[in-house]
């Protein structure tokens, strides 16, 4: 198996901390241990869209192919990547579950 060039994996690494820059910036806004300003709230609200977008076009980039196969992945349905959001989008502890029950249970 052919490794990347010190010179490609520092770009990779940099990419990659470009990214977590970005996340790390969005988690903060929740992390902010004083109240929120109303830029803070705007902010959020355009922000959590963004989030959702991010989420859904992971999960339309790894849908399944006629084969059973994730088309992106070609491992078997669900793929890795499916299956860790499923995981955390699932997870009762986090606030997804909590949205959807109190939306069934009308407030
Ligand atoms: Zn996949």
Redesign the pocket.
């Known amino acids: 198996m052919d490794t990347i060039s010190p010179v490609v994996a520092d770009a990779f690494h940099l990419l990659c901390s470009d990214l977590y820059e970005h996340l790390d910036e969005a988690e903060s806004l929740a992390d902010k241990t004083q109240g929120w300003y109303r830029e803070d709230v705007d902010t959020a609200r355009k922000l959590i869209p963004d989030l959702v977008l991010v989420i859904r076009g992971l999960l339309l980039e ?1 849908q399944v192919a006629p084969s059973g196969d ?1 088309r ?2 070609t ?1 078997a349905w669900p ?4 299956t860790t959001i499923h995981g955390l989008i699932k997870d009762p502890d986090r606030e997804f579950v909590a949205l959807v029950n109190r939306a069934h249970n009308g407030g």
Request: hydrophobic content about 35%; some cysteine; proline content about 11%.
């Open positions: 790894h994730c992106i992945c491992s793929c890795p990547v499916v």
